[in-house]
Structure formats: C-alpha cells, structure tokens
C-alpha cells in the first residue's frame, strides 16, 4: 500500500485476546501536531479495545506522529507529504483501511479523543449491538459515539442523548463530529469519502449528511453519548481539554473555517432558508468575538463561503497541537 509501512511486533500484552466481533475492524488514527495525545490513543486500542498491531493505521497529516519509536514501528504508519485538514487524512485512512478485504468497519479516532470520557473498551459492545439493531431496510453506515440533530433553524444543531431502552442502545442522528466512528465498508464501497476540499471546518457533518442521503442510517451510541453528555457543551468541552491543547476558544482560526463550511453546508444540504439562519448566527459570533483577529476570521470566512472558495487557507492554521507534560488542574500555557 502506498505510503504504508507495516511490520510486526506486539505492541505489548493486551488485557485480552481479540474476539470475532474485532476480527473485520481497523482502527484509523488521524493525527496532526499531537504526538503524545494519539500515542495515548494508539495505546488505548491496542491494551484496552484489543486491536492488534496490524490492524491499527495511523495518518500523519504532514506533521507530527507517535510519542514512541517502537509504537511507530509496530502499528502501520502513513505518512502524508502535508496537512490535508480531517477531510483529507480520514480520506486517506478509509482508503487504507479498506485496501484490506477482511475489513469490515474502520474505526476513526481523533488524535484528542482520549481526552473524553467514552467507555473502554467499547468496539465489541457496539458491534454486538449493532447486530440487534441492524434494519435491512436501512443498512447501518455508521455508528458515532454522539451525534446532533437539526432543529430546523439553518445548519444548527442540538446534541442527542438517547434515553436507555432504545433497540440496541442506539438512536438516529442527523450529523456528527468525528471522535471515534464506526464506518462500514458499504458506505466504502457507495463511494462516499471525506471530501478534502472542505479541509477543516463540518467536513464531518458533509460526510454524514451524504451518507444518509445515500440511504445509510447514522446511529448514535446510546452508551456512549450519555457518558460525555456533559462534555458536548462548549464549556464542558473545553473543560476536558484545556490542561491538554488549546481550546477551542483560544483558536480563533478556527472561526474562518466554521463561517465558511457553514455557507457550503447550506449550498450543499439545506434550505433557502438556511442563509437567514447563517446571517444571523454569524451577526452573534462577530459579538462575542474575542478578539479582532476573530472576527477577522469570520468576515473573510463568509466572504469566501459565498464566493465557494474552499480548501486550505494558509492563513487560518493551527499554531499549537498539545501542551508539554500537562498536569491535571495545570492551566494552559499562555501564548
């Protein structure tokens, strides 16, 4: 495979052999500037879920990578030439993972997903889950660990938290972040991909809104979504994150991208109705802008989004991936 390296070599003991539910999983890593955080998550997969070695890729997008030689050694390493933005690497890694015919779910894992409070181990559990709740009417395309559903108000959307007692522990959303998806190869197969050229920035609510208008469901798991409900709120987010990597406040960069994607969101996946919704939205986040910087961001990420550039903005790019050695209750670094 290109731009895959692959050798053998236990990784360590794990708690416990893997078992058939694992035998058609391969865990996609996505990392970019966090090499201490995705080791932990590379770790993570292989001593509690029980991945082994092989089945783990993990993609570089362009700079960083693991914090130990020998994980990088053991685990399979792709290695982008640049930062392709989420779109891109996860592209990549579902191409990957794929290339193997025995693989029957890739299972993508941000770099900083470590820091929420999911269950572990958590893969059999959804996949036997899965197994009741499959609908053959509507093939399962993914299963998220927490999910959002529109509202009816533009692009917004509210967290789901599905109550116990649903089939399977599972529940249908609209959308959702990355964090740590399920996705089966038939998603793979229909040709539905991460599009790189939204980069950064609802590239995962794209994917999701195109795999079910492919007539997939997205299933959000019920287990876990309760177990980080309280970390799905801005400050319960940055509160989880904050001793570890900046927030998402403190990147203001990030506003570009968000004001733009959200123009091709509705361009691409809503309503007319969705630019008022846009207009008015962004008219609140250039008041609480914290900076000038920031609001800087989101003028020229409307302007772009309504003229449909897309891609990398050089501009608009991450400063810092993680904290050095963080200790918990440390703030975070100033900048």
Not at 81 to 110: H, I, Q
Request: charged residues 25%.
């Amino acid at each position: 495979m290109d731009g895959v390296s692959e050798r053998e070599g236990p990784l360590g003991k794990k708690d416990a052999s893997p078992g058939p539910q694992l035998a058609g999983v391969t865990a996609v890593v996505l990392t970019y500037m966090r090499p201490r955080l995705a080791g932990d998550v590379t770790r993570s997969l292989c001593t509690l879920e029980g991945l082994s070695d092989d089945r783990i890729v993990v993609v570089v997008n362009g700079r960083g990578g693991l914090d130990d030689p020998q994980l990088e050694a053991n685990v399979r390493m792709v290695r982008l030439p640049k930062n392709t933005g989420p779109a891109g690497g996860f592209r990549k890694g579902m191409e990957v993972a794929f290339s193997d015919p025995t693989t029957t779910w890739a299972y993508l894992c941000e770099d900083d997903i470590g820091l929420f409070s999911l269950p572990a181990p958590r893969i059999a559990s959804v996949l036997a889950r899965v197994d009741v709740t499959q609908d053959t009417n509507t093939p399962i395309g993914a299963v998220v660990a927490y999910g959002r559903r529109f509202i009816g108000r533009g692009a917004h959307t509210v967290n789901v938290v599905p109550p116990v007692g649903r089939p399977g522990d599972m529940e249908t959303v609209d959308v959702a972040c990355w964090g740590a998806t399920l996705v089966s190869r038939a998603v793979f197969e229909a040709g539905i991909l991460p599009d790189p050229t939204w980069f950064f920035g609802l590239e995962d609510f794209d994917f999701f809104c195109r795999v079910r208008e492919a007539g997939f469901a997205v299933l959000a798991d019920g287990e876990a979504a309760r177990s980080v409900a309280s970390q799905q709120t801005s400050s319960g987010r940055d509160q989880a994150i904050r001793s570890e990597r900046p927030s998402d406040a403190d990147e203001g960069w990030r506003s570009y991208y968000h004001a733009r994607n959200s123009i091709e969101l509705t361009r691409r996946h809503g309503h007319p109705s969705w630019y008022a919704w846009q207009l008015a939205y962004s008219a609140r986040h250039l008041q609480k802008a914290r900076s000038q910087a920031e609001r800087s961001a989101i003028l020229h990420g409307l302007w772009d989004g309504a003229r449909g550039r897309m891609g990398e903005n050089p501009r608009y790019a991450r400063r810092v991936g993680e904290f050095d050695s963080p200790s918990p209750g440390d703030p975070a670094p100033a900048k």
